[in-house]
C-alpha cells in the first residue's frame, strides 16, 4: 500500500486549489473543471474576486463525455439548428404565426435586442454605465462603475424608470414582476430584479458581468421596458440575500435609467 504524504499547511489565500461542477445539458453530462491560485490576481482592487469570478478559481475548463449518446445528443442538436436554418431561409420574408424557433438559434448574423443606462450619483455626476443584451432565457449585463465607496453595494433592477435625486425613490422597488420575495438565497425569491452585489475595489472602481433570469429586453410580461420603464440601483451596503424587501441594502447611493441603445 502506498503511503500517502502529510499536506502541508499553506494558508488558503495562496494554496492551489481545484473544484468540480457536474451539470446536465440536454441529457448529456458535463463537467466544468477548475483551479489555480485563490490570490494570481483575483483580489486587485479594481476587479474584485466577487465581481469577476465569483467561484474563486483562475482557470475552467468545460468537458464533455465521448460516448455514442453524448455524440447522438450533440448531433441532434446541431441538426436541429441547421433545420432552422434551411426552415428561414425557405419561408416567406416577414414574421410568420406560430413561430416558436428563438432568434439566438439560428446561425448568421442576429440584431441582438440592447439596451443601455447611465449612473449619477445624488450629485448628479456621471460615475457608472451597463449595457443590457438579450440572451437566450435572460439578460447579459455588463457594469463598469467608478467613485464608489470600497466594499459590497446592493444591486437591483428597480420597477421605475426615473432617477430622481438625491435619494432616487422614484425608482419605486425591486421590478417584481411574478410577484416573489426578495433575495437570491430565498426560497420563495427573488425578484428579477435581484442581483448579485456590486463589489468596488479600494479605488472605488468596480467592473462586473451579471446573467438575469427571467428577464428580457423585448415583449413580455418581464420586459424592462414595460409601461413605467426600469432602472438599475446602487445601494450603500450589500445586500444581504434574504430580508424582504430590499436585504438591508441601505439608501441609494447611484441610479440609472434603462433605455435602448
Known amino acids: 500500500m502506498r503511503s500517502r504524504r502529510p499536506r502541508s499547511a499553506v494558508p488558503a489565500s495562496t494554496s492551489p486549489s481545484r473544484g468540480r461542477l457536474g451539470m446536465m445539458i440536454g441529457g448529456v453530462p458535463f463537467t466544468l473543471k477548475m483551479w489555480g491560485d485563490l490570490e494570481s490576481g483575483w483580489r486587485s482592487p479594481a476587479r474584485s474576486a466577487e465581481a469577476v469570478n465569483p467561484l474563486g478559481f483562475r482557470h475552467a475548463r468545460l468537458e464533455w463525455p465521448t460516448s455514442t449518446k453524448a455524440v447522438a445528443l450533440v448531433a441532434g442538436g446541431v441538426l436541429f439548428v441547421w433545420a432552422a436554418?434551411?426552415?428561414?431561409?425557405?419561408?416567406?420574408?416577414?414574421?410568420?404565426?406560430?413561430?416558436?424557433?428563438?432568434?439566438?438559434?439560428?446561425?448568421?448574423e442576429v440584431d441582438l435586442l440592447t439596451a443601455k443606462a447611465e449612473f449619477r450619483n445624488p450629485?448628479?455626476?456621471?460615475?457608472?454605465?451597463?449595457?443590457?443584451?438579450?440572451?437566450?432565457?435572460?439578460?447579459?449585463?455588463?457594469?463598469?462603475?467608478?467613485?464608489?465607496?470600497?466594499?459590497?453595494?446592493?444591486f437591483h433592477i428597480h420597477e421605475v424608470g426615473r432617477c430622481d435625486p438625491p435619494d432616487f425613490g422614484s425608482a419605486g422597488g425591486h421590478f417584481n414582476p411574478r410577484g416573489k420575495r426578495h433575495g437570491l438565497m430565498t426560497v420563495e425569491g427573488p425578484h428579477v430584479g435581484d442581483l448579485p452585489n456590486l463589489v468596488a475595489g479600494s479605488d472605488g472602481t468596480a467592473r462586473a458581468e451579471f446573467y438575469l433570469t427571467h428577464a428580457t429586453v423585448g415583449a413580455g410580461s418581464n420586459s424592462l421596458f414595460h409601461p413605467n420603464g426600469t432602472a438599475l440601483v446602487v445601494h450603500a451596503?450589500?445586500?444581504?440575500?434574504?430580508?424582504?424587501?430590499?436585504?438591508?441594502?441601505?439608501?441609494?447611493?447611484?441610479?440609472?435609467?434603462?433605455?435602448f441603445r
Open 85 to 108: 436554418h434551411v426552415a428561414r431561409a425557405e419561408a416567406p420574408a416577414g414574421p410568420q404565426p406560430g413561430a416558436q424557433i428563438p432568434s439566438w438559434l439560428i446561425p448568421g
Open 123 to 154: 450629485e448628479g455626476k456621471v460615475v457608472g454605465r451597463a449595457v443590457l443584451v438579450e440572451a437566450p432565457y435572460g439578460v447579459m449585463i455588463a457594469v463598469e462603475m467608478s467613485e464608489l465607496p470600497p466594499g459590497r453595494h446592493g
Open 237 to 259: 451596503d450589500p445586500d444581504d440575500g434574504r430580508t424582504d424587501r430590499s436585504g438591508h441594502a441601505g439608501s441609494r447611493i447611484a441610479c440609472a435609467v434603462i433605455g
